[in-house]
C-alpha cells in the first residue's frame, strides 16, 4: 500500500509511504463540514505496528487501553 502526502511548500512538497503486508487499515472520513487539511500528524511505531494519526494528543497507549477496557 503506497500513501503519499502532498503539500504547497518546498522540501519535500510530497513524502509517500510503502507499507507491504497490510492486514488492517481503519479510515474515518472528516464531516461534510470539516475541511481534509492535514495540519499536524504523527506516526508512531510500537511493537511491530505503525500507528498514523492526525491528532497531536493521541497516541497507540490511549488506543489500547480503549481497546482492552
Not at 20 to 44: F, G, R
Not at 54 to 63: E, H, L, Y
Request: with cysteine; aromatic share 12%.
Amino acid at each position: 500500500m503506497r500513501i503519499l502526502f502532498q503539500r504547497q511548500a518546498d522540501q519535500p512538497s510530497a513524502v509517500e509511504l510503502l507499507f507491504e503486508d497490510v492486514m488492517q487499515l481503519h479510515t474515518i472520513p472528516c464531516a461534510s463540514n470539516e475541511d481534509a487539511i492535514i495540519y499536524d500528524a504523527k506516526l508512531w511505531i510500537l511493537e511491530g505496528l505503525f500507528y498514523w494519526t492526525d491528532d497531536a494528543d493521541w497516541n497507540p497507549t490511549k488506543a489500547t487501553e480503549v481497546m482492552h477496557s
